[in-house]
């Protein structure tokens, strides 16, 4: 068991790092999407030379996608002049008033390289508030995102954060964008500071729990790993999304490193409902097979692997078929055989013993293979054979929904073995109809 453990593991791993990849690209993406929710218009309280000049306020990262996001006042606009109020936005001195406003008018007509000049000459000013700071570095942040200049970026916006300027529903947004730029500029550790303080305020949206969960997966911790994942399953359930599937391969890999065989067959019964994966398929069959010491139950599993097209050795398609030899099927075994011979995978040394193996079971074949061989099976020793037949044969004749109602009697037998019932409950479930009740 261990050493197959180990074999679906060198797999497993190139394909999380593969999605780990889009996972981290996309957000340099969502980066450039972030200018359509700031309002950089030049405001006439900002223009240079105002005794009460006061800046509009500084751009916001992502709340366009957040439903935290600052609200802009009833009856306002971010460049319309306000009346003194008890909670005004602070605003900025008089000694930076003009470069800034030469600052938002460059960033307007998406002149950057020229915004951040003259944020680079307010900066020279002194003396300089906290909110001088925080609007100079908030402006810059944003500029340098425009340029995709994502390490100074990052940096900039730490250093706004730093003057302790912002209020608590700015800092909501902040800290989003601070844990998205982390991760893209591969700082894992920062990452999941700014993520772990986005998530306490409510920031994350389900893409970000997964680039999460695949942080701590590289950082070898698969505990944390997991945690975060089940939060971004959760969430992608409740936006009514599937799950991204390289969190279950995170859930397969940190089993298979572990050597926890139910926890691989759990992730892995988790990824065929999600993808219905021939090679998911394959590797769960084979797990579950492997302690399977009664013939019945074990011609049971082959069934489901050949319906699902999860055989990929002719050895399987050889103890398949002298499994129905034994019990009395050889029209089926005959079947099993021909495709066997079809698919490619017999070997040299093995094609002259399943041809031999084909022609014995062909001269005892009866004619009708599935049907009539249903209709008999209810007086037979083993009564979830019938059902069984008899949902196969629906669904071949691509009749789904009545071939799972075939499946769903299963579960009214009191000695059907629990693997098999899981796994026929699956095949049943990734049939491309409606999904049926659970067995």
Not at 113 to 134: H, M, Q, R, V, W
């Amino acid at each position: 068991m261990g050493n197959l453990l180990k074999a679906m593991g060198f797999w497993m791993w190139g394909l999380i790092v593969i999605g780990l990849s889009v996972s981290l690209v996309s957000v340099s993406y969502r980066m450039f999407a972030i200018s359509r929710s700031h309002d950089l218009s030049a405001s006439s309280q900002s223009s240079a030379g105002s005794p009460n000049a006061e800046a509009a306020l500084p751009p916001t990262l992502f709340s366009g996608n957040n439903e935290k996001a600052r609200p802009e006042p009833k009856g306002t606009n971010i460049s319309a002049s306000r009346e003194p109020a008890v909670n005004r936005e602070p605003a900025v001195s008089r000694v930076i008033a003009k470069e800034i406003s030469a600052a938002q008018k460059a960033m307007q007509t998406g002149q950057w390289p020229e915004a951040l000049k003259n944020l680079e000459a307010a900066g020279l000013n002194a003396p300089l508030s906290a909110y001088d700071t925080k609007t100079i570095e908030d402006f810059r942040g944003f500029s340098y995102v425009r340029l995709n200049n994502l390490k100074a970026a990052q940096k900039a916006y730490e250093a706004a954060l730093s003057t302790g300027a912002y209020k608590e529903e700015e800092l909501v947004i902040l800290f989003r964008a601070l844990f998205q730029l982390a991760a893209t500029n591969q700082q894992p550790a920062k990452a999941i500071e700014y993520g772990e303080k986005a998530y306490d305020v409510g920031a994350l949206k389900s893409n970000d729990l997964l680039i999460m969960s695949q942080i701590y997966y590289q950082q070898k911790d698969c505990k944390n790993s997991a945690v975060w994942g089940d939060k971004a399953i959760t969430s992608f359930r409740e936006e009514g999304v599937a799950p991204k599937e390289v969190l279950y391969q995170i859930k397969l890999q940190c089993a298979s490193d572990a050597g926890d065989t139910a926890g691989v067959i759990a992730a892995l019964y988790d990824l065929v409902r999600l993808t219905n994966k021939t090679s998911y398929w394959n590797n769960l069959i084979r797990l579950e097979r492997q302690d399977e010491r009664d013939d019945h139950n074990l011609l049971m599993i082959y069934r489901v692997m050949y319906d699902t097209n999860a055989m990929q050795a002719d050895t399987d398609y050889i103890e398949m078929a002298q499994l129905l030899g034994d019990a009395g099927l050889p029209g089926e075994a005959q079947i099993v055989l021909e495709k066997a011979l079809r698919s490619g995978l017999v070997k040299d040394e093995h094609r002259e013993r399943l041809t031999r193996l084909l022609n014995g079971m062909t001269t005892r074949a009866e004619t009708d293979r599935f049907k009539a061989y249903a209709a008999t099976m209810q007086d037979r020793k083993y009564p979830d054979d019938a059902y069984v037949a008899l949902g196969r044969s629906l669904i071949a004749q691509n009749q789904a929904a009545e071939g799972k109602n075939a499946f769903a009697q299963l579960r009214t037998l009191p000695n059907i073995s629990p693997r098999v019932l899981r796994l026929w409950n699956l095949y049943a479930d990734t049939r491309p109809e409606v999904r049926s009740a659970s067995l």
